[in-house]
DNA sequence: AAACTGACCAACG
DNA sequence: CCGTTGGCCAGTT
């Protein structure tokens, strides 16, 4: 059998699966917690499929869809179209502070699944 | 078809 | 704690 380099990439996943896995999985995160595109990514199926899940929240438009939970690692606040003004301002509504483009508590307000 | 482009990430210095 | 670097993966040029 051919040889596959052990950096062993991508299991075939269809991207219209994956992303209604990603809404699935976004939909879950509690009011007041957080993920990471990295965590959204490894729980619908897709371990390094971060970047995809940016693309994903760029473009989604599903509403009431709260891509504000979704944050960059390591607590950083990650992008939002409309700008981090606003992402920031949604998430303090729910109690969680943003200072300096971080977010506080970032290791307790992180949701895992 | 090759190069570029992201709402990313981990490792390094 | 910053900035850089290399890797990631699908869409767009």
Request: contains cysteine.
């Amino acid at each position: 059998m051919s040889l596959r380099r052990a950096r062993d990439r991508r299991p075939p996943t269809d991207y219209a699966a994956f992303r209604n896995a990603v809404y699935a999985v976004v939909a879950r995160i509690p009011p007041g917690r957080v993920a990471t595109y990295g965590d959204i990514a490894r729980l619908a199926g897709r371990p390094r499929g971060a970047r995809l899940v940016g693309r994903l929240m760029a473009d989604a438009t599903a509403p009431g869809l709260p891509c504000h939970r979704v944050v960059a690692a390591g607590g950083a606040l990650g992008g939002y179209g409309s700008g981090p003004a606003f992402k920031t301002a949604q998430l303090a509504a729910e109690g969680v502070i943003v200072r300096r483009g971080r977010l506080a508590e970032f290791r307790t307000r992180r949701w895992v699944g």
